[in-house]
């Protein structure tokens, strides 16, 4: 079993920065890919970037440019850096963690991110 907590999330102003940080607990599993998905209130659950084990990034075009993820294998912890955040930035930034043995798919509560003037 993995548990996933985020933080990070706070309210910031329009060209802001954030770091978003996830913490795995894993119980003696090896995390395979890592991530972030996000969703705005109204608005369905939307990629945001990913992590493989290797550190090979993708990030959704409204990422890139502006957001950074990294991972610390040691600690089991990713961290998405987000710089000149929009206001269309707002949301609850939830990430996530696969494990190939068992293949499964685990996610965090989420933290909200909201940027505002």
């Known amino acids: 079993q993995v548990q996933l907590v985020e933080s990070g999330g706070d309210s910031v102003r329009p060209g802001g920065s954030l770091r978003l940080s996830c913490v795995a607990s894993?119980?003696?599993?090896?995390?395979?890919?890592m991530g972030w998905y996000r969703q705005a209130p109204g608005n369905e659950r939307e990629f945001v970037a990913r992590?493989?084990?290797?550190?090979?990034?993708n990030y959704a075009d409204s990422a890139k440019g502006r957001f950074t993820l990294s991972r610390d294998n040691a600690r089991n912890a990713m961290y998405l850096q987000m710089n000149s955040l929009k206001p269309e930035d707002t949301a609850v930034y939830s990430c996530?963690?696969?494990?190939?043995?068992?293949?499964?798919?685990?996610w965090g509560q989420g933290t909200q991110v909201t940027v505002s003037s």
């Open positions: 894993a119980s003696g599993s090896s995390l395979n890919n």
């Open positions: 992590i493989t084990s290797g550190g090979t990034t």
């Open positions: 996530y963690a696969t494990t190939i043995f068992p293949p499964r798919q685990y």
